[in-house]
């Protein structure tokens, strides 16, 4: 087998069996914090009816015809594949479910959402599932933001306020809004479950640099027109953990929503969290834009 690969991920020296060029702008280093395996071991009897299994420090968890997945102590992913599996596939599972477990198991919060930066202060755009949240981010980057992440995000509750880190260098989109945008020339492939989007380059980003504060948190909802809240106290802690918990099934049997609460809050303790309501047309996008960097100003 081939020597491992080593990226700086999240705060984390990685060791990989598998080729990771998502992380392509995080190469480099040693790996000591966590190592990624392809195993050629027994592979356990699981499927992926089962869900997610707790075993002693282990999570299972397995995608039928592509492989099972343990993830120990926060710090070893273990991948047994399928026979016939494709690494793109590998890939899609190690980097999205195996290593937000990962991250629960080491008590760090694992946000789901797009992360945009401009003048050295992110925001997160967090929300169900369809909300838009990648679309509203790069109707930011259109603006002259630049991509921290998308999809998956390691947020901390640092003394000096909170911070996230730098996680993707790629965006994933509708065609509809790859057209509205005119990124055509940023298309790296189609994605894996949906024909009609993809996995574009961002036209900036801060792959490899290191924690950026955390300014501000948006939930997005739809609305009938562009509007934005500014929530607090316990309505926006609510909002906020509800908007963001990656895999929550995972934390329910790891036992784990009241460390992700305390840090949640904490969070919100420091950045304002904002309801942003928007129609679902894309014309509205530039407007949007304008309108948060408003709000961020004020």
């Known amino acids: 087998m081939a020597a491992p690969r080593h990226y700086f991920h999240s705060g984390l020296a990685v060791a990989s069996d598998l080729a990771l060029p998502e992380w392509q702008d995080f190469a480099g280093g040693e790996g000591g914090d966590v190592r990624i ?61 195996a290593w937000g477990a990962l991250g629960y198991q080491r008590g760090l919060a694992m946000w789901h959402g797009s992360v945009v930066e401009k003048i050295g202060g992110a925001i997160i755009f967090c929300g169900e599932t369809g909300m838009g949240k990648s679309t509203t ?31 993707s260098t790629r965006i ?22 949906r024909d009609d989007k993809f996995h574009l380059s961002a036209p900036d980003h801060h792959g490899g640099a290191g924690p950026l504060p955390l300014r501000a948190i948006f939930v997005l909802a739809e609305g009938n027109t562009l509007e934005i809240e500014r929530l ?17 099934e995972m934390l329910e049997v790891l036992d784990g929503w009241v460390g992700q609460a305390h840090i949640a809050a904490r969070i919100v303790a420091d950045a ?7 129609p679902r047309d894309l014309t509205a996008l530039g407007e949007l834009a304008g309108a948060v960097e408003d709000r961020l100003s004020e």
């Open 232 to 248: 607090e106290g316990h309505r926006a802690a609510t909002a906020v953990l509800a908007a963001t918990v990656y895999r929550p």
């Open 172 to 193: 994933k989109l509708w065609r509809d809004a790859i057209e509205r945008f005119g990124w055509d020339s940023h298309i790296l492939q189609r994605d894996h479950f």
């Open 37 to 97: 395996i392809l195993s050629d071991a027994a592979m356990p009897g699981c499927s992926e009816a089962d869900g997610t299994i707790i075993d002693g420090d282990k999570i299972r968890f397995a995608i039928d015809g592509i492989g099972v997945w343990e993830i120990t102590g926060g710090h070893t992913i273990r991948i047994h594949p399928r026979p016939h599996a494709q690494e793109r596939e590998l890939r899609l599972f190690t980097l999205g479910s």
């Open 272 to 278: 304002p969290v904002f309801a942003l309501r928007r």
């Open 137 to 167: 981010a790069a109707a930011m980057l259109s603006q002259g933001w630049a991509l921290v992440s998308d999809d998956l995000s390691r947020v901390d509750a640092d003394t000096k306020g909170p911070v996230v880190y730098p996680a």
